[in-house]
């Protein structure tokens, strides 16, 4: 049954607003909040990052989102990116492979609905894999969750927009012909008329919400830190009482005590 346009807007918000809780439940840790402020990487936060990133991929792919026309889309693009920002090459990568080589079981099986779409299995496995190398590329230009600006998040949404393009609109034409009676102006014109469209939607929709959750927990945190220390400075320049007072003050303002310790 082909589902209305509010499914599709139902089934999206319900899709990003998991997202939004899992990343929520995510910066309670400690640990995921030095990640995303410190550009240093250990192989224990590597790899954490990488069975994250590879697991939200797969479930990307398992809950695609139904559109009008046919079409079932996913976020596994904005995923690879955000997961490249966040972490680099080293992270970045290795997610996009997960996801596309998940893709590109479609040629040998349909077990899942993931792997579900015999014709466009290469072609999606290529874009979840070049979307991992966008977001390292991104990455090593300075693009970061804890130094994100206006400028570079218009330059992530940008580079995402391109990468569907080039994905859907050449590597999915290209490719399709190789593994179906579909030639490649079918497939073009397939893909333009069927799944573009929900891609871009679903994908950009999710960066944004990705982004901002991000880095509002990014600027928190350095208020948080900025006011560590005030506190220290307040109590080496004026004494333990205005000490006092600034943990005062900051407890009024929702930062407890025990946060204020420089660490």
């Known amino acids: 049954m082909d589902p209305s346009p509010a499914d599709t807007a139902f089934d999206l918000l319900f899709l990003v607003s998991l997202a939004i809780t899992i990343l929520y439940l995510s910066t309670r840790s400690r640990w995921f909040v030095r990640i995303l402020l410190s550009k240093d990487r250990s192989p224990r936060s590597i790899a954490i990052l990488i069975v994250a990133g590879g697991i939200l991929q797969i479930l990307s792919l398992e809950f695609s989102i139904p559109f009008p026309g046919g079409a079932m889309a996913d976020i596994r693009i904005s995923l690879a990116i955000l997961f490249g920002i966040i972490g680099g090459p080293a992270v970045s990568i290795p997610v996009g492979l997960i996801g596309g080589a998940y893709r590109m079981g479609g040629l040998f099986w349909s077990g899942f609905n993931g792997t579900l779409g015999y014709t466009l299995a290469v072609g999606g496995g290529i874009n979840a894999i070049g979307a991992g190398m966008v977001g390292a590329l991104l990455n ?46 079918e497939a073009f014109y397939f893909t333009s008329r069927t799944i573009l469209v929900p891609i871009m939607v679903a994908n950009l929709f999710a960066m944004t919400v990705f982004m901002s959750v991000l880095n509002g927990v990014v600027m928190e945190e350095k208020k948080k830190r900025f006011l560590q220390k005030l506190v220290q400075r307040y109590e080496e320049l004026i004494g333990p009482v205005a000490g006092r007072i600034a943990r005062d003050t900051a407890k009024e303002e929702g930062y407890p005590p025990e946060d204020l310790k420089e660490k």
């Open 140 to 185: 090593r230009k300075g693009i970061t969750i804890s130094d994100l600006n206006k400028r570079g998040l218009a330059i992530t949404m940008l580079s995402t927009i391109l990468w569907i393009l080039v994905g859907i609109e050449l590597i999915d034409p290209i490719t399709a012909p190789l593994f179906s009676e579909m030639d490649a102006a």
